[in-house]
Every structure is written in structure tokens, then in C-alpha cells.
């Protein structure tokens, strides 16, 4: 059975930094592709970043790249979202789900079409 479970959502400030975590289990190699999403109330929920295991190709919203880093590790069967450089904004939950191929994440599937997912974690970037 395929589980995702995120973590490490937190009130953080401006210009500030965080990880989320989401641990996986029951997902096989070689094109199987965890993404993060988030959603901000009254909002649309937005891919994020995707990484597909056991290639490694990544791929980052517009609105986040060059400042959050997705990573995986697979013996602790982990994906990591590093962001930096947060911005204020309305608090968002982030949810990672199972996207294969990551094309929920790059909006070439609607995101409801997914249907593993994590509880998702929130975060706040305020003063």
C-alpha cells in the first residue's frame, strides 16, 4: 500500500528558509514520481516542484525556481523541498502526492487525477 506523509511546515519569516520532507512508501522504480503541491485558501492548489525517481529530472514552478530545491533520497525513500528566499504570503498547506512522471506538477493533468496524497503540511511566511 502507498503511503505519503509530509512534514516540516512551520511559521517562518520573511526572506527565511525551510524544509518539508515527505516520506514515501510502496512506490516502485524506475518512472514512479513524487510532486509538491500547495494551497492557499480559497485558492486553487498549485504544483510545485516534482522530481522523478530513479531519473532525477526535476521540475520547478515559475514562481519558485531559483529559490526552492527538490531532492530525494532514496534509501530513506524521502523527498526533500528546500526553500529559501520565502516570501510573505497568505499561509499555504503543501501537500506532496505520487505524479507520475510528474505531469500533474507541470499542469499537463488536472492535479484532482492524482489520487495518492499526503495530509499535507502548512506553511506560514509572516512577521
Known amino acids: 500500500q502507498v503511503q505519503l506523509m509530509e512534514s516540516g511546515g512551520d511559521l517562518v519569516q520573511p526572506g527565511g528558509s525551510l524544509t518539508l520532507s515527505c516520506v514515501h512508501s510502496?512506490?516502485?522504480?524506475?518512472?514512479?514520481?513524487i510532486g509538491w503541491f500547495r494551497q492557499a485558501p480559497g485558492k486553487e492548489r498549485e504544483g510545485v516542484s516534482c522530481?522523478?525517481?530513479?531519473?532525477?529530472?526535476?521540475y520547478y514552478a515559475d514562481s519558485v525556481k531559483g529559490r526552492f530545491i527538490i531532492s530525494n533520497d532514496n534509501a530513506k525513500n524521502t523527498v526533500d523541498l528546500q526553500m529559501h528566499s520565502l516570501k510573505p504570503e497568505a499561509p499555504a498547506t503543501y501537500y506532496c502526492?505520487?505524479?507520475?512522471?510528474?505531469?500533474?506538477?507541470?499542469?499537463?493533468?488536472?492535479?484532482?487525477?492524482?489520487?495518492?496524497w499526503g495530509h499535507g503540511t502548512l506553511v506560514t511566511v509572516s512577521t
Open positions: 502526492a505520487a505524479d507520475p512522471l510528474c505531469k500533474a506538477t507541470m499542469n499537463q493533468i488536472p492535479y484532482k487525477d492524482l489520487a495518492l
Open positions: 510502496g512506490i516502485s522504480l524506475p518512472l514512479d514520481a
Open positions: 522530481i522523478i525517481n530513479g531519473v532525477g529530472t526535476v
